[in-house]
T-cell receptor
């Protein structure tokens, strides 16, 4: 799986949009970009994934650059409950399951 | 519906003892994964089951670690002759085959004294 690079930490004011960057310059054409987050003392939680088009769901938006070498996860109106470690992962989506390779992620702190 | 559950939530054992950690996946999920997370690190893959068989056990650190899933549902991670370095949170996840997202349980915190 391609390696990802994320800033170790970020702060964001409550109610503002949180924009979390991820670099994946060695991503292959068949690899998807996934985002998970882990709130303290809980298991990781799936947020969103995409291949090359921008994606949006009830939790977040995912913006992938045209060359697919980087992406941004956007939490449109951050709340205190969004304080967590956010992991960007790139992986192939196979017909069978596939392991996730986590890095150290970005620790996002929402400031009241 | 019910999510992935793991028992016990906490386990303290002495060095050299044997432990079993249990995972109940989401009903109907055929894929089951075990990960281990040390303090300050992201989760690290251990083993993946598709049905009853281990499809990928490349993450098991050594032969003291073993996992089973005899009926294709509940899984047990077994650690023999525990060492202090085995102390970590052990996470279980499940998914449907071909689906991108994995659903994680709350983990079992193992402490080896």
């Amino acid at each position: 799986d391609a390696k990802t690079t994320q800033p170790p930490s970020m702060d964001c004011a409550e109610g503002r949009a949180a924009n979390l960057p991820c670099n994946h310059s060695t991503i292959s054409g068949n690899e998807y970009v996934y985002w998970y987050r882990q709130i303290h003392s809980q298991g990781p939680q799936y947020i969103i994934h995409g291949l090359k088009n921008n994606e949006t769901n009830e939790m977040a938006s995912l913006i992938i650059t045209e060359d697919r070498k980087s992406s941004t996860l956007i939490l449109p109106h951050a709340t205190l409950r969004d304080t967590a470690v956010y992991y960007c992962i790139v992986r192939v989506l196979l017909a069978r399951g596939e392991k996730l390779t986590f890095g150290t992620g970005t620790r996002l702190t929402i400031i009241p | 519906g019910a999510g992935v559950s793991q028992t016990p939530s906490n386990k303290v054992t002495e060095k050299g003892k044997y432990v079993e950690l249990r995972c109940d996946p989401i009903s109907g999920h055929t894929a089951l994964y075990w990960y281990r997370q040390s303090l300050g690190q992201g989760p690290e893959f251990l083993i993946y089951f598709q049905g009853t068989g281990a499809a990928d056990d490349s993450g098991l650190p050594n032969d003291r670690f073993f996992a089973v899933r005899p009926e294709g549902s509940v899984s047990t991670l077994k650690i023999q002759r525990t060492e202090r370095g085995d102390s970590a949170v052990y996470l279980c996840a499940s998914s449907t085959v071909g689906a991108g997202e994995q659903y994680f349980g709350p983990g079992t915190r193992l402490t080896v004294t």
